[in-house]
Every structure is written in structure tokens, then in C-alpha cells.
């Protein structure tokens, strides 16, 4: 195979080079379980920079949300606002709790959730709104923050792509009461599998540490506060390993440089592509003006679903890997079996139409100039 056509991959995952070192520390220091010295230099890292009232690193973000559904106290028949085009753990997370989800479209300008549809959906059984922040890119969290106080709702944040991203001079994560990040290996910053759990409201804090620690009361005990430990709530083990912890500070050590890079590759994709969105031919990425880009991951809107399954197939001709994303979880074979039917035309938009390009720090200018190409080829 000739070197033009060497394989461009969707994801691959960034080592910093520090990785090994720090989990052969975390090794040496004899404690290798949760909560050692790597997660809590991983805590004091999140809460000082973002000013997250507390951070617990969890052993995904899927955990982080199952934890918030239990801090919460969710229980049957309580409604939860979700998007459609989402992850399942979004959702499936307070399922398990036994709530009923109420899916929210997409907005038109992009795949987040449509702020103005929340209020026609809350009903006197609604618990929690969950806006994702989808791309890492905010939602309007002045006009969701408004509307929980106005209906005394909870706020669980989905940060999972939206670590060092803001919405207006606020940090993702620490605006709702609770939030979830991940570290799963195509995130910005990894961990192979990972997660952590914001917790901005003061009043979940203690119960969060116990939920965490299987329920008992081991943090308070570790820390002097308790002078035995023992079983004091609900819980389960959602702290993850302190080699874990090890490898995702290696990560946060390098954050800057990780974003830099990041930000270099969507800039460059965003420009060479505008002359075909001016064309009409695609749609890219609008970022409200209340929103920073902290570049997770860059995507084209086709113009309908026949087109972007040929723009694959052509890409892939070429040894490009793009991917589409979410189904609309509105549609799922699950939710279908429970509910009856709705429409979600935006939902349904991005799931047809959303192309995400290949995206990955050692992505080099070469590799996204091919990827260009192979797309104006197309277009041509
Ligand atoms: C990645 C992701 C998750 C799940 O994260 P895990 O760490 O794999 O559990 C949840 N929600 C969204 C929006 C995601 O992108």
C-alpha cells in the first residue's frame, strides 16, 4: 500500500509519556486501591482549577450518573428531561431507578437540547432536567438554571465531552447541581475507562462519599471524623483503582497542551470546510456565543441521510474512518416496548445526518488535508 494511503483511524488515544511512570509510583507506594495519592492529587486538580465545590473521580461517567440518580432519591414514576440524541447512560442511569424519561428534541442550530421545548414538558412528577453538553459545547444553562428554580428541579450536567469548556465564564460541570465527566479513552483527557462526579451542591457531598464507598461511612472514618466504620446508606464500589488515577493525572498534567493541540486540528477542519458549507452542501458546527469550543470532537451536518452514507463509503475508499454518532434514543428498540411513539425531528436529523471526521491529537496536517480532499472530491 502506497504511503498517501495509509489508514487515517476515527480515535486514536494520546499518551502523554508519563502514564507508565506514574502507575510504577502509584505501585511503589504501596497503595493501590481507591482514594490514594494519585486520585487525591487527581481532586485538588479539578476543584482548584474549575472551582468544583467537590470532584470524585468514579470508574466511569456512567457511574457518576448512577450516582447522581441515587443522591437524588429518584424513584418510581418520577420524570426525568433528557435529549433523544444522546448516549444511553444519560438516560439509563435514572432508568434503573425506576424513573420515566421525557425526551426533549435537539435544537436546529445544534444537536443540544432545545431550551425552549423544556418548560411544555415539566409536569408536577418532573425530578430532573439533563442537559448534555453535547461536542463539549454548552447548552443555555442561564435558561435551565432558571427554569429548575422556577420548579424546584435538579440539574445533572452530562460533561462527559465537555472537560475545559465554559459557558460564558463558568466552567462545564460546575453550574448544575451535580455533573458527570468522562475519561473513556475518546475523550479529551482518558483513562481507558473513567469518570468523575461534581458535586456543587453542598447538601449531596457527605452522602456522595458514602454512595461511593459501597455505603459505609469509610471516608469519614479515613479521616479521623468517625472512629469506626460500617454500613450507613445505599451504595456501591464507584471509586475507581489509584493506577487509574495514576494515568489520568499524567493526562491532566498535559491538559493545556492536549486542548492546544486539539483546538489547532478543529480550527483547520472548520476553515477548509466553510467553502462547502457557503455552498450549501454541508452544515458545520455553530457554536452559540455563550459557549467556548474545547474541540472534542468536529463534525458535518450532510444534507440527508443517502449522502452521508455515500460520503462514508467514499471516505473509506480512501482509508479514511469517519463515523456518524447517537441514535435517537426516542426510536431505540427499548423505549419503544415501554412508550408509545413520539417525533423528535431534530433528533432524527442528527442522527442521519452527523458525520464526525477523524479527530485525535497525533492527527497531522498531512492526515487532515487527505481527509479534505477525500470530502471536496466528493462534493466535487
Ligand atoms: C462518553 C459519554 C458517556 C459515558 O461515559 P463512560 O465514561 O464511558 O461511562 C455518557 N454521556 C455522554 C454524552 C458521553 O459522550
Not at 498517501?4 to 507506594?29: R, S, W
Not at 409536569?123 to 429548575?148: E, F, Q, S, W
Not at 491529537?361 to 472530491?377: A, F, G, M, P
Request: with cysteine; hydrophobic share 40%.
Amino acid at each position: 500500500m502506497s504511503k498517501t494511503n495509509k489508514l487515517i483511524d476515527f480515535n486514536k488515544p494520546y499518551l502523554t509519556g508519563k502514564e507508565t511512570q506514574y502507575i510504577q509510583q502509584a505501585v511503589e507506594h504501596g497503595k493501590i486501591s481507591g482514594d490514594g495519592m494519585f486520585t487525591k492529587n487527581c481532586h485538588h486538580f479539578f476543584e482548584t482549577k474549575y472551582g468544583f465545590k467537590k470532584a470524585l473521580l468514579t470508574t466511569s461517567c456512567t457511574d457518576a450518573l448512577e450516582m447522581a440518580a441515587i443522591l437524588l432519591e429518584i424513584k418510581e414514576g418520577d420524570e426525568v428531561i433528557a435529549p433523544s440524541f444522546t448516549f444511553v447512560s444519560t438516560v439509563n442511569a435514572f432508568v434503573l431507578r425506576g424513573a420515566k424519561i421525557v425526551f426533549i428534541d435537539s435544537s436546529d442550530g445544534n444537536p443540544n437540547m432545545d431550551v425552549d421545548a423544556i418548560e411544555a414538558l415539566i409536569t408536577p412528577k418532573t425530578r430532573v432536567i439533563i442537559p448534555v453538553h453535547y461536542a463539549g459545547i454548552a447548552c443555555n444553562m442561564d435558561k435551565i438554571m432558571a427554569l429548575a428554580t422556577k420548579y424546584n428541579l435538579f440539574v445533572v450536567e452530562d460533561a462527559a465531552q465537555a472537560i475545559d469548556s465554559f459557558y460564558k465564564d463558568k466552567p462545564l460541570g460546575s453550574i448544575g447541581h451535580l455533573s458527570a465527566f468522562s475519561f473513556h479513552e475518546t475523550k479529551n483527557i482518558i483513562s481507558g475507562e473513567g469518570g468523575m462526579l461534581i458535586i456543587n451542591d453542598e447538601r449531596f457531598i457527605k452522602r456522595a462519599e458514602i454512595i461511593r464507598e459501597k455505603g459505609t461511612n469509610r471516608s469519614a472514618f479515613f479521616r479521623g471524623e468517625v472512629d469506626k466504620y460500617g454500613w450507613v446508606d445505599i451504595g456501591s464500589s464507584f471509586l475507581p483503582s489509584d493506577i487509574i488515577a495514576a494515568f489520568l493525572y499524567a493526562q491532566i498534567e498535559n491538559l493545556d497542551d492536549i486542548q492546544s493541540r486539539r483546538k489547532t486540528i478543529w480550527e483547520k477542519y472548520y476553515n477548509l470546510l466553510e467553502p462547502l458549507q457557503k455552498r450549501g452542501l454541508i452544515r458545520l458546527p455553530k457554536i452559540p456565543e455563550y459557549a467556548s469550543n474545547n474541540a472534542h470532537l468536529f463534525y458535518i451536518v450532510c444534507n440527508n441521510l443517502k449522502e452521508r452514507t455515500s460520503l462514508i463509503e467514499h471516505l473509506k475508499k480512501s482509508n479514511i474512518y469517519a463515523v456518524f454518532h447517537y441514535q435517537s434514543l426516542h426510536k431505540s428498540e427499548f423505549f419503544l416496548k415501554n412508550n408509545k411513539a413520539i417525533s423528535l425531528p431534530q433528533s432524527d436529523h442528527y442522527a442521519e445526518c452527523l458525520l464526525r471526521l477523524p479527530f485525535f491529537y497525533h492527527l497531522t496536517e498531512n492526515d487532515q488535508e487527505r481527509v479534505i480532499d477525500s470530502i471536496n472530491k466528493f462534493y466535487l
